[in-house]
């Protein structure tokens, strides 16, 4: 079983990546995993095993078309974590990587795969493709309204993905989580950038009044279901992942604030940035009824391990390249 995973260097591609070569999925305890990363800010081989015997480490970019076409054929199946995935740098002025990554890269992508009748494909995306929602929760039939450059340039992706799928058949299938943390995220996210800010006295910004609401999803619960969408979903299908914790970020605050000992006066409150969605909300039945999905981690659990495990790693994220002023 030879497995290539794309962005297999980040936070979330990583994770899936250590588990699996860990033996952590079964039927998996001997597979060869390729993990294809361009190593931008974000990459980082530090969250790989690299001396394990089972991983092959390739430096490169989905978009490089001949790069693919040697490296694809062989494998069994494929799981594309590869993304720009940061808000914030999709509202400035290299928007325009959002795209070429998210929605060419993935193009071209799955292209290869076709050509080398390589499948089953799993195109990791997000909540945040489905806009912003007031009350109720997302389904999976819901459509796709994103409100950042981030976002659409995900729902493009998630479409090429559908178009690919309907057009030519390709065994591709579609997963979108909600927010997710855990240990090796980069600082530039919100709870490693305020975990690190308290751990070296530095206050944390809020924007606006803290209101906005998102569910908050471990990675290994993520990982975990996006193994069972690659092994047990079905072709074409599309796949929400939730935690099933719901917070504002007033209340994360207050969460993070408490597992590091700081008080509210390490909070500043800043101006709200553009097109900030007020609230996520996903409705999961599909995975949890059709593929047995349940989360393992309780937020109380995760967030705790989490904190820990950046108060026990300072190399890993003072060395981090944007580590917030």
Known sequence: MRVLVCGGAGF?????????????????????????????????????PMDDQKLTFVHGDLRDSELLGRLVPGHDMVVNFAAESHVDRSLGPDAAVFSAS???????????????????????????????????????????????????????????????????????RVTRCSNNYGPHQHVEKLLPRFITRLLTGRSVPVYGDGRNVREWLHVDDHCRAIHLVLTEGAAGRVYNIGGGSALSNLEMTGRILDLCGMGWDMVTFVEDRKGHDLRYAINDDRIRSELGYRPRWSLDKGLSATVQWYRDNPAFWKSAEELPA
Not at 115 to 130: I, K, L, M
Request: hydrophobic share 35%.
């Open 12 to 48: 979330i591609g990583s994770h899936y990546t250590r588990t699996m070569l860990a033996g952590g999925y079964r039927g998996f305890e001997d597979a060869e995993v390729t993990v294809l990363d361009k190593l931008t800010y974000a990459g980082d081989t530090r969250n790989l």
């Open 102 to 172: 998210n929605v060419l890269g993935v193009q071209n992508l799955l292209e290869v795969c076709l050509h080398a009748e390589v499948g089953p494909v799993v195109q990791v995306s997000t909540d945040e493709v489905y806009g912003s929602i007031e009350e109720g929760t997302w389904t999976e039939d819901e459509p796709l309204l994103p409100n950042s450059p981030y976002a659409a340039s995900k729902a493009g992706g998630d479409l090429i993905a559908r178009s690919y799928h309907q057009t030519h058949g390709l065994d591709v």
